[in-house]
């Protein structure tokens, strides 16, 4: 069978999604001083990214909704506020979430997300072209302020298979007369493409362990494109569709908006 260490495994980034869920105590005071430890580490706003978005970053993101998935995780699906960080180096990361956790420990329950970037495994010259070259890049808070924050796992089932097999759920399948018989994930997708910001982490381990999830998936998009990204939801949920969806188990899918600073989160 083809080997599985033909994947590539460099690390490309490291990042966190910090689901932070009031307990009983203020946290815009507790965490006061979160605007000047991003600003010692060298966090830029991703509600601001500029031409060409930062990649060591932060973001803060607001609850407006969430429901649950396949798998329970009440302190995602409850998180009332979502911080996320991001860096090429793991250092500043770990730096950033330590201390938020000890300063919002008194006040707030807090669910960490974490993964890394990597290279696509499955992605060729043609459908880097087709799938990403024409992607939307992430844009100003203002004009995309519709965050989602989906993690999710593969089952056991899954992992048992070789790297070849799994590449082609990610493709449609046709029959011996080249009719199409399911899209797969690629073309179920297509609608997202130019509308809907994508980011991916993984699990530094396949599969992650027990209470931590394979990938942590996050989407951005203006209000008019909220209802794609519902459709292409369904879509990948379509068995007959996508088959790959059978292997998959999702947390809650949490929908948040963007605003520019800590002191924003706590608007009324």
């Not at 495994?121 to 989602?148: E, I």
């Not at 459709?231 to 605003?259: I, K, S, Y």
Request: glycine residues 8%; proline residues 7%; contains cysteine.
């Amino acid at each position: 069978m083809p080997s599985n260490e033909s994947l590539a495994r460099e690390i490309l980034g490291h990042g966190t999604y910090l689901c932070v869920r009031a307990d009983g105590g203020d946290v815009r005071q507790a965490g006061a001083a979160i605007p000047a430890l991003a600003a010692r580490l060298g966090l830029r706003s991703e509600f601001e990214p500029g031409e060409t978005p930062p990649i060591e970053s932060i973001a803060f993101l607001r609850r407006r909704e969430a429901v649950p998935g396949d798998l329970a995780d009440e302190d995602v699906l409850h998180a009332n506020w979502v911080i996320h960080v991001a860096s090429k180096a793991a250092e500043p990361v770990a730096e950033f979430c330590g201390e938020v956790a000890r300063l919002l420990a008194p006040v707030a329950r807090i669910r960490m997300l974490r993964g890394l970037r990597r290279p696509r495994n499955y992605t060729g010259a043609a459908m880097n072209n087709w799938a990403y070259g024409h992607q939307v890049v992430q844009q100003p808070g203002a004009a995309m302020p519709n965050a989602f924050l989906v993690p999710m796992s593969k089952t056991a089932d899954w992992w048992r298979k070789d790297w070849m097999e799994r590449h082609t759920y990610f493709l449609p399948r046709y029959d011996d007369q080249g009719r199409m018989v399911n899209e797969g994930h690629a073309l179920v997708t297509a609608a997202g493409i130019p509308c809907l910001l994508r980011r991916t982490y993984k699990h530094a381990l396949e599969p992650a362990p027990a209470g931590e999830y394979d990938f942590v998936t996050y989407f951005e998009c203006a209000d008019a494109d909220v209802p794609t990204f519902h459709e292409v939801c369904a879509g990948l949920r379509d068995v007959r569709r996508n088959p790959e969806w059978q292997f998959v188990r999702e947390g809650p899918t949490w929908h948040g908006r963007r605003v520019a600073s800590w002191e924003e989160l706590f608007a009324p």
